[in-house]
């Protein structure tokens, strides 16, 4: 196992081996994960072991026990929101529900605020923490946007609004129209010229450099262009042959890019494959990886992080290494704007704070503390 001091020094002796290698809906609860991947490396359980957090923040707000355990979502280290919807036998807006509470951090859950929910009674509610604005989703009465921390919202219908939009980035795929787009801060815009990916389903971008992925009948594809989106070319990926349900392309916190190929049943360990000087791409191998995945985050420097049922792991250097980070396989991962990891778990957030596999763990918990 990789421990958590020892990690600086692996990470200086893996690169170079992977450069020699020609690799929120976070707003909904993540896939269920029970089924293993087709041709799993063995591997023993990593043993059940209580790691220490760097920081605890365990905050109570004046919140009913008839609500369930909050919603949270940081867009970066310091900003962000929670949610608290009633667990009751007549949903809103029907009469004896109470209505969700709505709290907001700027300094990474040390304390928490309430803010005036702009919307209360409605048949769902959805909370969206993006870079620089708060987003709620109220069914069936629209959107509701705040820019300025929860003080104030806009109300509009319809299309998401323009923040939610931008957080995907200036390229993004047109679901509407099956074809690559380019946001321009007012609309997405179909590209002239579209690459000839199969099962188009995934776009990003570093730069002028776009990637456009998908999958077909198993069969991953992608396309690469060099100049923002003008001109295309097809590129070829190493399969073994082992079924891709879904492919994604994930850019890391320092630029790199990667193609995430998730199993059919969103539950097997995936595919990996790293772009290469940006012209081709390496499959990157993980041996010893487990059976499944719960969430994958490439960290930089050519490491990727996994949670699984058997616990948190690390791919570097064409292995998968147990990492004694205070994760669990419940937490589900994510990168935010500012290369922070939020590991998203049942009870808590945990915030990783610093580079690649060097960070600072720190503990957001808030609770209800019944009146």
Known sequence: ??????????????????????????????PDRSSASPRPAPTVPAPSRAVAFDEVRHVRVAVDSRYDRPFVEFSDADHGYALFVAACDNPPPRRG???????????????????????????????????GALVLLSEP?????????GATFVHSTGAEPAPLVAARGRFQVDEGRGAVAEWDGVTLRPLP????????????HSGDLVVAAGARDGRPYAALSRDAGR????????????EVGVLRVVIAPDGGVWLVGERPDRTGFP??????????????????????????????????AVTSPDGVGVVAGGRYYRVDWPLTGEHYLTVVGDGTIAARGPDDVVLGTGWTANRRWIRVMLDKQPQ
Not at 231 to 242: E, K, V
Not at 275 to 304: I, K, N, T
């Open 193 to 204: 010229a579209q690459p000839a990916v199969p099962g188009l389903n995934t776009v990003g």
């Open 231 to 242: 001109h295309w070319a097809p590129t070829p990926l190493s399969w073994r042959g082992d």
């Open 1 to 30: 196992m990789i421990g958590r001091r020892m990690l600086p020094g692996i990470g200086l002796l893996l690169v170079p081996a992977l450069a020699a290698c020609s690799i929120g809906d976070v707003r909904r609860n993540p």
């Open 97 to 131: 529900c109470d209505p969700p509470l709505l709290y907001a951090t700027v300094d990474g859950g040390r304390t928490w605020r309430a803010l005036r929910h702009p919307r209360p009674v409605a048949a769902s509610q959805q909370l969206y923490a993006v870079p």
């Open 271 to 304: 595919a990996l494959w790293r772009l290469v000087a940006g012209l081709e791409w390496a499959l990157v191998r993980a041996a010893g990886h487990p059976a499944q995945a719960r969430s994958v985050a490439p960290l930089g420097a050519e490491l990727v």
């Open 141 to 149: 009465y629209g959107w509701y946007t705040s820019t300025d921390g």
